[in-house]
Nanobody
């Protein structure tokens, strides 16, 4: 059974930084599609960063150059480093896994989800 638990959210001022972590259990974090999504109440959940089995990454246009997705194999976690945060980045952030698939990672309909961690950016 895949279990994903996010942490690292919080409140920061515009221009600040946060690093989100997703602790993964049930399989090793490397080698499969994983992603970070975010959702604002009343809006659809959107993929902000995706990483495939080879480490190839895809980012939403709105976060390119500011967010970095990566895996920490030693800690079996998925990370999202966020810099130069903007008020429009405020959302609930979710970690997602598409285990056992590792290529052609989708931008929606992932197989396992965490419960989310809230990020609030004030102006």
């Amino acid at each position: 059974q895949v279990l994903l638990v996010e942490s690292g959210g919080g409140s920061v001022q515009a221009g600040g930084s946060l690093t989100l972590s997703c602790a993964v259990s049930g399989y090793t974090v490397g080698g499969f599609c994983m992603a970070w999504f975010r959702q604002v109440p009343g809006q659809e959940r959107e993929a902000v960063a995706i990483i495939d089995e080879d480490g190839t990454t895809i980012y939403a246009d709105s976060v390119k150059g500011r967010f970095t997705i990566s895996r920490d194999s030693a800690e079996n976690t998925l990370l999202l480093q966020m810099i130069s945060l903007k008020p429009e980045d405020s959302a609930m952030y979710y970690c997602a896994s598409h285990f056992p698939y590792g290529r052609n990672c989708p931008s929606r309909d992932y197989k396992a989800w965490g419960r989310g961690t809230q990020v609030t950016v004030s102006s």
